[in-house]
């Protein structure tokens, strides 16, 4: 599987983005897909999940209320949707898919897209 992000950018705090991770080779129906990011000088960190069949997501606590992630109908897509940014969300956002259940863990996902950088101005 391979996974390529889009939909970062330059934004001001309040904005809102929609990041989206397309695969290629084999779509997401039969894996979970996780979005983790790393901000500068810090390690990566789970963002959220949605499992394979798009029904269950999961939100690091401290990012419940501003982010959604999603399955698209079309089955080769995740989107992350990001509202009300703040200078702090400024990182790389990574997209990855796994065939596990410990969707929190990075360890769960097998295959990484290259990320795509999301910077906040206050």
């Known amino acids: 599987v391979q996974l390529v992000e889009s939909g970062g950018g330059l934004v001001q705090a309040g904005e809102a983005l929609r990041l989206s991770c397309a695969a290629s080779?084999?779509?997401?129906?039969?894996?979970?897909a996780g979005w983790f990011r790393q901000a500068p000088g810090k390690e990566r960190e789970f963002v959220a999940a949605?499992?394979?069949?798009?029904?269950?997501?999961y939100y690091a606590d401290s990012l419940k209320g501003r982010f959604t992630v999603s399955k698209g109908n079309v089955k080769m897509r995740v989107y992350l949707q990001i509202n009300s940014l703040k200078p702090e969300d400024t990182a790389v956002y990574y997209c990855?898919?796994?065939?596990?259940?410990?969707?929190?863990?990075?360890?769960?996902?097998?295959?990484w897209g290259q990320g795509t950088e999301v910077t906040v101005s206050s």
């Open positions: 990855a898919a796994g065939s596990g259940s410990l969707y929190y863990y990075r360890e769960n996902y097998d295959y």
């Open positions: 080779g084999r779509s997401f129906v039969d894996y979970a």
């Open positions: 949605v499992n394979w069949n798009g029904v269950n997501t």
